[in-house]
């Protein structure tokens, strides 16, 4: 058993994140792992949505988050966020990005920063296939309906009463109709 | 209540292999505790002195039921037996109950050189030299068989692990058996004591060039050895952002369990001072 590490600060991420982290197949080896995911990162937080495979997505997102995380807790004059900043945004003006625009926004968000959404793969698809990575309060469009139940709006309610009419008039006639036929035999 | 003591006997002598020294973590002065809720919070200073009230940050042991009960026990002991602040590289000493010795007690003293576990497995490790022979025992805190610890000298050293003791020279890690607590000049700072060690030639039990030791003097090895040493390196690893978060427990995580612990542990520091200042007026 290990003790946490001390040194340290963290914020609590909010997105679930797996015991082990994937290995990504690259020349370098596992110094090419992260040099890949900082392009990810890089490329996310500049056009705010993506879209390539899930699993370089997942790993991604766990990245950002804690950039975020960093930047938010600490701000822009701690000497450490400002290091890892740097090195994971290859383009400098995204770390002004980072701190002066997407750290005011999720300032007081109580959910994650992230949102991952499955996208398309080719039939039979016996792999992952390729997934959506979006900075939350983006400016496009949404990915997914907002799926919400309305049932107290009145057209809704309307059309509910109007159904309920509907198929007790039907019984109604149904038996109607099966009451004649045994008065007829 | 299941029995969540370990079964195993606290004196254990080591012959281990070490870990990579963790970078030294700085003890901070007390701010205010936190306004506004009503909830308490630890001052942040808890969880250096109290490391072992943390779980284990690995995700797939952690059991919230089963850190809570074991943080009930945890504080139950400390009511018994008081288990003092210390940092690795304080000198210590421990009285565990041996059913063997003729005093029925055996008393050691060492310098902590490591610390770890989570809970009530938490340990630290003492070492000393008795006659000429170099000493380890590795005691874990919350066992039943520890009748008391004290700390004879509160001090952190550079490094958060001090197993290059081992290869440095004797009088590092000599401590005499008898020595008196020393009075502390300031009880609201920890001393960090930069001392750099003096190690005796190769061969060594680890490669310390490649561990980038604060409390180590100049190693003067040939270049090769820090060429290798370069070669064998990660260097990405410091900006591994998800490698930190699986080591650590989360800030709010932590504030959630010292605020549940600390009002305790202070009922009982001030229970012990009421305890030592009648003890004093009585023989007065």
């Given at each position: 058993m290990n003790q946490a590490d001390l040194s340290k600060l963290v914020s609590a991420l909010r997105i679930a994140v797996k015991p082990k982290p994937r290995r990504f197949s690259c020349p370098e080896g596992p110094a090419g792992r992260l040099e890949k995911l900082r392009a990810t990162v890089t490329a996310l937080v500049k056009y705010e949505r993506i879209e390539l495979n899930h699993p370089r997505a997942e790993e991604a997102q766990g990245y950002a988050e804690r950039l975020i995380s960093d930047a938010i807790r600490n701000g822009d004059c701690h000497k450490h966020t400002m290091e890892m900043a740097d090195y994971w945004l290859n383009e400098k003006q995204l770390v002004h990005k980072l701190f002066k625009v997407l750290a005011p926004r999720y300032q007081n968000y109580n959910s994650s920063f992230t949102r991952l959404v499955l996208g398309p793969k080719t039939y039979p698809g016996y792999y992952v296939g390729t997934a959506i990575l979006e900075l939350k309060g983006n400016p496009f469009p949404a990915l997914q309906p907002e799926t919400h139940n309305y049932h107290y709006w009145l057209h809704n309610v309307l059309l509910e009463e109007a159904k309920k009419e509907f198929r007790s008039a039907r019984q109604d006639r149904n038996a109607g109709t099966t009451e004649s036929v045994t008065a007829e035999s | 209540m299941r029995q969540l003591f370990a079964n195993r006997t606290s004196s254990i002598l080591l012959q281990e292999k070490c870990d990579e020294a963790d970078e030294k973590s700085v003890s901070k002065q007390k701010p205010g505790d936190e306004s506004g809720n009503t909830v308490v919070v630890a001052p942040p200073e808890f969880r250096f002195m109290y490391p072992e009230f943390l779980p284990d940050p690995a995700m797939e042991r952690r059991n919230r039921l089963k850190e809570k009960l074991e943080r009930i026990d945890m504080l139950q002991r400390r009511s018994v037996v008081e288990i003092p602040e210390f940092y690795t590289g304080s000198v210590m000493a421990v009285t565990v109950a041996d059913a063997n010795s003729p005093n029925k007690f055996a008393r050691f003293v060492g310098i902590c050189i490591q610390r770890g576990g989570s809970g009530l497995r938490a340990w630290f490790i003492l070492r000393n030299v008795v006659d000429k022979q170099g000493v380890e025992?590795?005691?874990?805190?919350y066992c039943p068989l520890i009748q008391k610890i004290e700390v004879l000298r509160l001090e952190r050293r550079l490094d958060e692990s001090l197993l290059y003791l081992r290869d440095a020279l004797p009088e590092y890690s000599t401590f005499p058996l008898d020595m008196e607590p020393e009075r502390r000049l300031n009880n609201s700072v920890?001393?960090?004591?930069?001392?750099?060690?003096?190690?005796?030639?190769?061969p060594w039990l680890e490669r310390w060039e490649r561990q980038n030791l604060q409390g180590v003097e100049d190693l003067n090895l040939p270049q090769r050895f820090y060429d290798k040493a370069e070669k064998v390196a990660k260097p990405w690893e410091k900006y591994d952002l998800m490698l930190q978060y699986r080591k650590t427990i989360p800030a709010e995580e932590q504030e959630k369990i010292f605020s549940?612990?600390?009002s305790?542990?202070?009922?009982?520091?001030?229970k012990r001072k009421m305890r030592r200042r009648r003890g004093t007026d009585n023989e007065q």
């Open positions: - | 025992i590795l005691y874990e805190m920890v001393p960090i004591n930069p001392l750099k060690v003096k190690l005796r030639p190769r549940d612990v600390h305790q542990l202070q009922q009982q520091e001030f």
